[in-house]
């Protein structure tokens, strides 16, 4: 059973950063884990992902440049970056793990999710 547990959201003033983290049961192998996010009123937005086979990773135009994704595979734990926050980066984040198939940023593809951690920056 894959568990997902993320952490790490705050109220933060924009231009400002945060770290999320998402405590996984398996954090190896022939999977993609990728995060996203939601704002109220909006559909799930895909904002990066990490191929855990050779640690590859791609991001949403939205947050490039200003998100990272990273791992610790002795923590089982996959982080999230966040720089130069704005305020539209306002949202729930969630991580997400498939069973097989090609790294996307289309939820439809993930079959395992966290409950979520809240972002929220104010301007």
């Known amino acids: 059973q894959v568990q997902l547990v993320e952490s790490g959201g705050n109220s933060v003033q924009a231009g400002g950063s945060l770290r999320l983290s998402c405590a996984a049961s398996?954090?190896?192998?022939?999977?993609?884990m990728a995060w996203f996010r939601q704002a109220p009123g909006k559909e799930r937005e895909g904002v990066g992902v990490?191929?855990?086979?050779?640690?590859?990773?791609g991001y949403g135009d939205s947050v490039k440049g200003r998100f990272t994704i990273s791992r610790d595979n002795a923590k089982n734990t996959l982080y999230l970056q966040m720089n130069t926050l704005k305020p539209e980066d306002t949202a729930m984040y969630y991580c997400?793990?498939?069973?097989?198939?090609?790294?996307?940023?289309?939820?439809?593809?993930?079959?395992?999710w966290g409950q979520g951690t809240q972002v929220t920056v104010s301007s």
């Open positions: 990490m191929y855990l086979i050779d640690g590859s990773t």
């Open positions: 398996i954090i190896y192998g022939r999977y993609c």
């Open positions: 997400a793990r498939n069973w097989f198939g090609t790294c996307t940023l289309r939820q439809s593809d993930y079959n395992y």
